[in-house]
């Protein structure tokens, strides 16, 4: 028998982890100057590199940290260093350009792994949710399918509401492109320190410096 509680808590969780809507604004700026061609691009590779990296971190997740010897805190602060340095460069404007962007159109893709994919969709909060509610103790183990209902769920949430951002703020104009770059920027390099602090203070207790 479907265990529904597990199912509901399970597929919101992961949805609301993931903040779907909470990526929109990132990558409108990390996208600027890109061609309709690269924006799809993008959002197809950052969707897939998030719903993949979800899925391996459920199934695999504690062997893959117990082989390279690792700690969900340790990640926590790689994943908002990681979102730290790209903030920096938002906010001194430093995003591609649309010349660069035609000549290396390869690395300007790059962008749908790093950091939309990884940390903004999969980061270390959604990595950490997959494995807890893997590691659970269910009545049926294929309970645990719905942790995968609620990452597909949470991907093509994603998927949608990428694809329409571009018509969301259509009316921003370059100027307020520019100036919502840098606020955002602000925004994201502060979660990046969260993060930092999250993992640390957790590092800290896991070693027995905190209470």
Known sequence: MVDFAFAAAAVLSVVAIVDPPGVIAPFLVLTEGMTDEE????ITKSCLVAAITLAVFALFGQWIFAVFNFTIPAFKVAGGILLFVTAFQM???????RARITERREEAQTVGVVPIGIPLL???GAITTVMIYMTRPVVDPLDKMFVFVGILVAVLMALVLLGSAERIFRRVGRT??????RIMGLLLAAVGVQFIIDGAVEAARLHGLLA
């Open 176 to 181: 307020g492109t520019i100036a919502f770059g």
């Open 91 to 97: 906010t001194q404007g430093q995003r591609p350009s």
């Open 39 to 42: 924006k799809k691009g993008v």
């Open 122 to 124: 999969a980061g270390p």
